[in-house]
């Protein structure tokens, strides 16, 4: 039977995917469904029809859930903002959540055993501060009457909003949204921080040009025992406790010694590096790889005191096919984008000799395919952390320690 977008229709929700939805079947076809939790029984509205899938909002619940609360914001609802998957579950059972899907994609993609599951005991751990009021980058998105809003979830249409709960308390009070009258004619996007220095700014974006409209153009950041100093517009942890938090499951997973010799791959502004190269010491070699030449930029304005510190201006993949960079070395964080490293990347990291990897993940499917291919070469998740630096979000970040398996022989071609 075809069914049409906007067509309601009764189901009973089954167990959570990736992307903040859970899994129902409707006469035998997959249907995606979000703003409902495992075991409930909802009346869903279609939203999207595909080949072999649907997608759909759960409008009305029949039978809910016992970790089901009433979402804080009233923008976290079906056909309003795309932006919290999450604020109709309780916060404990948010971490449920995201650990059911780091489970299931390092079972299905990953291909680790019950045993290696239960060995690296996945749990995904809450940061400090609370669910809410901790995002401190926003970016709003500008409507076609020049108000300011954020974006319905996959989609381009934007939804004026009076607040965001999840937004850091400072970008709350900013004159930015419709009802503080503000409006913007000339701008596509509005680009708010408050940074853990104390600095907040608001500029606006439109054709990639940005301009800043109040506040100090540079921020500064707190982080690795550090001030760093960088635009408001390089990419930083959005969660004020993320890189301290991130940094220090590097360093315990990875334990540098002084002496030793590091690279850090998809470096940024240089966090990890920097926490590298004071544990590495004045003998030892730090080598951060960044393609986004405001990162290159910062981390050479930061890492000035640092001569131990090389900085690559490449993209990963060309840097190591290239041999801008060359092995052997001891340690590696990798800290790619969503789509993860790869199996070039990864295959071209061992072939360095490390003793130890350290794999920074923002996307648990990406993640696993890469670990897929680690142990396809004889390594082995040794430890893996889970942090919900996005809460209220269906976003996990993942920390996971790669070495040598004894145990384990290549598979040809690997």
Not at 69 to 85: H, I, L, M, W
Not at 237 to 256: E, F, G, I, K, S
Not at 289 to 306: C, P
């Amino acid at each position: 039977m075809s069914r049409g977008e906007a067509e309601r229709v009764e189901l009973t929700v089954g167990a959570v995917a990736p992307g903040g939805h859970c899994v129902a079947r409707l006469d035998g076809q997959v249907v995606f469904v979000r703003h409902a939790l495992p075991g409930e029984r909802v009346v869903a509205e279609i939203t999207e029809v595909h080949r072999g899938f649907l997608r759909a909002d759960a409008v009305t619940v029949l039978d809910a859930a016992a970790d089901r609360v009433e979402p804080p914001c009233p923008y976290a609802r079906p056909g309003r903002c795309g932006g919290c998957d999450l604020q109709h579950v309780a916060p404990a059972a948010q971490l449920d959540w995201k650990t059911s899907v780091v489970v299931e994609q390092l079972t299905r993609l990953g291909g680790l055993t019950p045993a290696e599951l239960d060995r690296l005991d996945v749990r995904v751990e809450a940061l400090p501060g609370g669910p809410l009021g901790w995002r401190s980058r926003v970016r709003y998105a500008v409507d076609a009457a020049d108000r300011a809003g954020l974006l319905k979830h996959r989609s381009h249409e934007v939804v004026p909003v009076d607040r965001c709960l999840i937004a850091h308390p400072a970008i709350r009070d900013l004159p930015v949204l419709a009802d503080s009258g503000t409006r913007w004619p000339d701008a596509e996007v509005v680009a708010t921080v408050a940074s853990t220095g104390g600095d907040v700014s608001v500029a606006t974006v439109t054709d990639g040009t940005t301009t800043p409209v109040s506040g100090p153009p540079v921020v500064r950041e707190v982080a690795a025992g550090r001030e760093w100093r960088l635009p408001a517009d390089t990419f930083w942890q959005v969660h004020p406790a993320a890189a301290d938090t991130l940094v220090a499951a590097v360093l315990a997973q990875l334990a540098p010694q002084p002496g030793e010799s590091a690279w850090d791959l998809y470096g940024g502004a240089g966090l990890f590096a920097a926490a590298l190269a004071d544990r590495v010491g004045p003998s030892g070699r730090v080598t951060l790889v960044e393609s986004a030449a405001q990162g290159v930029a910062a981390a050479r304005d930061n890492l000035t005191d640092l001569p131990q510190v090389e900085i690559v201006a490449a993209r990963v993949e060309t840097a190591l096919a290239r041999r801008r960079i060359t092995g052997p070395v001891d340690l590696v964080v990798l800290d790619p984008p969503r789509t993860g490293a790869g199996a070039p990347v990864v295959r071209a990291v061992l072939a360095a000799g490390p003793r130890a990897v350290a794999y920074v993940a923002c996307d648990p499917a990406a993640f696993a395919r890469d670990v897929r291919t680690f142990t396809g070469a004889g390594w082995r998740l040794a430890e893996l952390r889970g942090f919900d630096l996005f809460p209220m979000t269906q976003h996990v970040e993942l920390v996971g320690l790669l070495v040598p398996d004894a145990r384990r022989r290549p598979d040809a071609g690997c």
